[in-house]
Each structure stands twice: as C-alpha cells, then as structure tokens.
C-alpha cells in the first residue's frame, strides 16, 4: 500500500521561530511535493522536488525553503514564521511516468502560528 | 500558464439527485486531468483521471477540449458521497490544483 508519512499531525508554533515539516514516502517516487490547502484557494503548490537535492519553485514560495537529501525524504522549512503561514500543508509524491502518473498524499500537518 | 477553476465553493443536493460539479482548466498543450476527494477526516485520493475513462463511485468526467472542461458527473447523489471534491491538471510532473467544491448531499 501506498503512503506518504507527514511525521508531525498538529503543530503550533510562535512568530518568527524556525519551523521544519518533515515527509516521508516509501513508494521509490522520483517526485515529491509541498502544497498548502486553505478554504476556498484549494491547494497551491510551495515546492516540486524532481530528485534527490533537485527543486523548483511552485506558484508561492515565497517564505518557504526545502531539503531534499535523500529520495524518500522532503522537508518544508518556514526561516521564520508568520501567523499568515498557519494553514494545513500537504506533501505528497509521484513517479516521472508523465502519462498515467498518480500523485498521493500525506495526512496532512495542521499549523499554527500564534 | 496552466489554471483550473472551479467556480462553485458549495454544492448541497438531496439524495437520489443527480450531481455535477463544473471544472474548467486553462492549458495550451493536451492535458491531463484528475478529480480527487477528501472525505471528512481523510487524506486526499484520487477518484479519477480522463485518460481512464472510467467509473468510479459512479461518477463520471468527460473531458471537453472546445470548452475547456472536465466536469465530475453522478446520476443519483449518496450521502456518502459528501465531500470537498478537486478537480487537477498534470503538467510535466506537476499537479496544480482548483480551489475545489464541497459537496453536501442531504438525506
């Protein structure tokens, strides 16, 4: 069975600390992914990682950094957080199949910044 | 660039009624599309992809190149069925999302 494992569930956080969401997936995927889902914007892509220490930017970088080190493990940083940034954020992970690909997704990590 | 829409936030429908949730996308090339469901307190699944051209659940999506649609169809609404729904576009290994559709089916 598929799974992508978000380590921490339920987080909160105080401004300006350093924040580390962690990822794991035991799929092999070459893809791996950070998106933020807020009510009624959806899930906007923060990072899209293609390889081991490969990334791109999404649509909304911006405050956010990202690890990847080795291939199952893809890590959301926030430098210094903002109570803009309390949200629920969504990794997940894919294969370069291109068509016929599939993406699957952690629980989730709620955070909040106070 | 590519975009998705969904227009409606909200969807509240009664039992045994018909259902669909409208999905509009913005790609230049030939796209391939998803919907996906969050059931209350799951994590996000794929229900379906136009390349498949299946059934899932009973729901179907037809995949509308004149006018940029994929609307997720299903003839009879179950109560299981309530759920926020997300309509996707894969580009180059990247999935971009709408702002996705709660659908309420009441009994």
């Known amino acids: 069975d598929v799974k992508v494992t978000q380590s921490s569930r339920y987080l909160v956080k105080r401004t300006g600390e350093k924040v580390f969401l962690e990822c794991v997936q035991d799929m092999d995927h070459e893809n791996m992914f950070w998106y933020r889902q807020d009510p009624g914007l959806g899930l906007r892509l923060i990072y899209f990682s293609y390889d081991v220490k490969m990334k791109e930017k999404g649509d909304i970088p911006e405050g956010y950094s990202v690890s990847r080190e080795k291939k199952e493990r893809f890590s959301l940083i926030l430098e210094s957080a903002s109570t803009n940034q309390t949200s629920m954020y969504l990794c997940a992970s894919s294969h370069s199949l291109g068509i016929g690909n599939t993406i699957y997704f952690g629980e989730g990590s709620w955070l909040t910044v106070v | 660039a590519q975009r998705v829409t969904q227009p409606e936030k909200l969807l509240s429908v009664f039992k045994g009624a018909p259902v669909e949730l409208k999905c509009n996308y913005s790609?230049?090339?030939?796209?391939?599309l998803f919907w996906y469901v969050q059931y209350s307190r799951q994590r996000l699944q794929l229900l379906l992809r136009?390349?498949s051209r299946e059934s899932i659940k009973g729901f179907t999506a037809d995949l509308n190149k004149g006018e940029t649609s994929f609307h997720l169809k299903k003839p009879f609404a179950q109560e299981e069925d309530s759920a926020m729904y997300y309509c996707?576009?894969?580009?180059?290994?990247?999935?971009?999302f709408g702002s996705g559709t709660k659908l309420n089916v009441k009994p």
């Open positions: 136009h390349i």
């Open positions: 996707a576009l894969m580009n180059f290994n990247k999935f971009y």
């Open positions: 790609y230049s090339g030939s796209p391939e």
